[in-house]
């Protein structure tokens, strides 16, 4: 039998070798709980110690841990009361409970960290919301002018270039054969050009035609002032009696003053024309007249 001393409380307790080579001689006191090496504070004369018993007990962590009963019993000449053996087991719980509560090694770090409950979602601020649609809303627009704004220049030019077609051939011949082989594509013409404001009536007279009763001869004077060739215009002649209120009204295209050929060349840039139209009459001679161009 060996001996052992708590080198915390001082408290002696027997022990055999089988229990000091259970855990490398790690011990633990039942007295104060504090764990120790046995094997390095050995006491010599076991059998002299004044304890009477000591048990052993494992704890959670498989250590061996001492009791000392001796601490019980150690005034042996006073009397012992009837409930001692009773004592004993009371302090034997007490020391199982004590080991139980407070094992040998700290638990693991996972084993202490307690999981934290999950916290609530905070909810978004309005503003936060409002400047997140906004970015949104601009990133948007970006894109848009991006891809939109080169869409609508050339959708623009095409537009452009359809309604101006006319005057893209006639101040370009080379540009024309351009114009005129897409609207053969397409199922456009490319006519001349119809500004019915840079056509200028310079004068006009309505006479009536010698030895040929209601026969009359309308010859009027028309300029070009546009830079580029122009379609010929129509005419429209009004007769009137001498108070002002009209009598004949008559429309008068190209065909009825121009050959075909100069029909299709065009009314030439700057350039002046004298047209004389012939027609007759059926009713009363007119007292005035008035004529107007234009463009059907």
Not at 17 to 34: D, H, I, S, T, Y
Not at 68 to 81: E, I, K, M, V, Y
Request: charged content about 20%; some cysteine.
């Amino acid at each position: 039998m060996l001996a052992t001393r708590c080198p915390h409380c001082q408290t002696r307790f027997r022990v055999t070798p089988p229990q000091l080579e259970l855990r490398e001689g790690m011990v633990r006191c039942g007295a104060c709980r504090e764990s120790f090496n046995g094997r390095e504070h050995l006491l010599h004369g076991a059998e002299d110690m004044p304890l009477e018993e000591t048990i052993s007990t494992e704890d959670l962590e498989g250590r061996m841990t001492l009791v000392d009963f001796g601490s019980l019993r150690a005034n042996q000449n006073q009397p012992t009361p009837p409930s001692t053996m009773q004592d004993e087991l009371d302090a034997l719980s007490k020391a199982i409970s004590d080991l139980q509560s407070k094992p040998w090694s700290a638990p693991e770090e996972s084993e202490l960290t307690t999981e934290s409950p999950p916290m609530m979602a905070t909810p978004t601020p309005s503003f936060v919301e409002e400047a997140r649609k906004r970015e949104q809303s601009a990133n948007t627009w970006k894109w848009v002018l991006w891809f939109g704004i080169p869409f609508l220049l050339v959708a623009l030019i095409i537009q452009l270039g359809y309604f101006y077609r006319a005057d893209i051939a006639a101040r370009s011949p080379e540009a024309g054969r351009y114009v005129r082989a897409l609207c053969s594509r397409v199922g456009c013409q490319v006519r001349l050009p119809e500004h019915i404001d840079l056509i200028s009536l310079e004068s006009s007279q309505l006479q009536p035609v010698t030895d040929q009763p209601g026969q009359f001869t309308l010859t009027a004077l028309i300029r070009n002032q546009a830079d580029t060739v122009q379609a010929w215009p129509s005419l429209d002649l009004e007769l009137k009696t001498d108070v002002g209120q009209v009598l004949v009204r008559k429309a008068f295209t190209p065909v009825n003053y121009l050959r075909t050929a100069e029909i299709k060349k065009g009314f030439a840039a700057h350039a002046e024309q004298e047209i004389q139209i012939s027609f007759e009459l059926s009713s009363e001679s007119p007292g005035g007249f008035s004529v107007i161009l234009f463009y059907p």
